[in-house]
């Protein structure tokens, strides 16, 4: 399935809420209205740089088209093939640059134009002088965006938390574990810009929305010092996310943070001029071994209630229970695992506990992640293969030692979900 999105900035908003960004079929036909309050960029004490801003519409015009294109009409429902048209003057040799990293984030075949034409965006906003960060961590609400921000604040460090959201409960859970941080640490050491950037449209995989959230990351880091360092904290095992069966290969399983993507990214970004670092301080640990090590374990695990690991969190709601952690997708059966090491692990916290409840397994699409880790973690039992596990997810710019490690790392996370896996019913 083909498909072009031309990707539009104009000068002045329809009516109040909405955005001057626009996309469409055609030029001529800019009818999705893109809200957002990126005005948040204004209260930084620097302008926001020009290639900065040339990256983040390029990352906000790549995530529309990604939201307009159904995958299901693809030949193989997945895989599709997108022109974008944009507004990035001067880049139009570097875009295919981008191309291939994006290929790997999201599995589809992308055509990246660009139109010679300035980029512009109205932000306005008063610049505050009275604050500086030193550092960015991208903040999803996740335990691993929690544990990250407060190993960062634990080592002194002023940090400025960045979010996106897209409904209502995942902000909520942002805002409250953000404002919990601020009240532990003080307003002087934390901050928290929460981006509201969205549209409604039907395609909802959006594997590209990860690309956005880093954009958003990079033009905070922008404005407030020329290399302010961005950091996004996800332990190693899911950053590799090895497949767990034959049919989830490629970008069935989410590559945000994978090195490959993280290494073609910063390089693109180096050839562009822009200095920001981009890193993932925990490429090389587990999800249990990252809540382990924890500068402050006791204030993770009070907040642990409020944070959102769900792949699909309003699941919930069909099930009459509260919007939160629905306890059978794969993050979810993540963090359990991980939590079970620390003797954390409650399945009443979810809607549905896979180890109460082990009927689960046999519904076609509430079991279908656990019967992939059931199957996983057999197969590893039997045979122990790690290698071979994490050369099915993609290539890795690593030499041979750090390759090593990695392959160490998936071994440990199968270790770590078997043994969650074999605590049988009322023992938590």
């Known amino acids: 399935m083909g498909i072009s999105v031309y990707f539009g900035v104009g000068r002045q908003p329809e009516k109040t809420g909405y955005a001057d960004i626009a996309i469409g079929l055609e030029p001529t036909a800019l009818k999705l209205k893109v809200h957002h309050n990126l005005d948040l960029l204004g209260t930084g004490s620097l302008p926001l740089p020009a290639e900065v801003l040339k990256f983040l519409l390029i990352s906000l015009g790549i995530w529309s088209a990604d939201k307009v294109a159904l995958r299901g009409l693809a030949a193989d429902a997945w895989t599709r093939s997108l022109k974008v048209s944009l507004p ?22 992308w055509d990246l134009e660009a139109r010679a034409v300035k980029p512009s965006l109205e932000i306005s906003g008063k610049p505050d002088l009275t604050w500086r960060p030193d550092c960015i961590c991208l903040f999803s609400g996740g335990v691993d965006s929690l544990a990250g921000a407060v190993d960062l604040l634990e080592d002194g460090r002023n940090v400025l938390l960045v979010s996106h959201y897209d409904f209502g409960q995942l902000a909520a859970s942002q805002k409250i574990l953000a404002q919990a941080l601020i009240e532990h640490y003080g307003a002087h050491r934390v901050r928290r810009w929460g981006f509201r950037v969205q549209f409604e449209a039907p395609e909802l995989s959006l594997r590209s929305r990860s690309l956005l959230f880093i954009a958003l990351g990079l033009a905070a880091a922008a404005v407030w010092g020329e290399n302010l360092p961005l950091v996004i904290p996800e332990n190693g095992w899911i950053s590799l996310n090895p497949p767990l069966t034959g049919n989830r290969l490629g970008s069935y399983s989410t590559r945000t943070t994978h090195p490959y993507f993280i290494s073609g990214l910063k390089q693109f970004w180096v050839n562009r001029g822009i200095a920001h670092d981009l890193g993932n301080p925990y490429q090389e640990v587990t999800k249990g071994e990252m809540l382990a090590r924890s500068r402050n374990p006791a204030l993770i695990r009070d907040l642990l209630p409020h944070t959102i690991s769900c792949a699909h969190p309003v699941a919930s709601r069909w099930l009459k229970g509260r919007q939160g952690n629905c306890g059978y997708c794969f993050p979810c059966l993540m963090r359990r695992a991980a939590l079970h090491t620390l003797g954390w692990d409650d399945g009443r916290q979810y809607a549905i506990d896979v180890l109460r409840q082990p009927e689960v397994w046999r519904n076609r699409a509430r079991g279908a992640d656990l019967r992939s880790l059931l199957y996983a973690v057999k197969q590893w039992q039997l045979n122990p293969q790690p290698r071979q596990l994490l050369w099915r997810s993609g290539p890795l710019p690593v030499d041979q030692a750090e390759g090593e490690k990695l392959i160490d790392l998936v071994g440990r996370g199968l270790t770590e979900v078997s043994r969650w896996l074999s605590v049988r019913q009322g023992n938590y």
Do not use: I, N, Q, R
């Not at 990035?88 to 589809?108: I, N, R």
């Open 88 to 109: 990035a003057a001067a880049w139009e040799t570097f875009l295919p640059e981008l191309a291939v990293p994006l290929t790997f984030l999201t599995g589809d075949a």
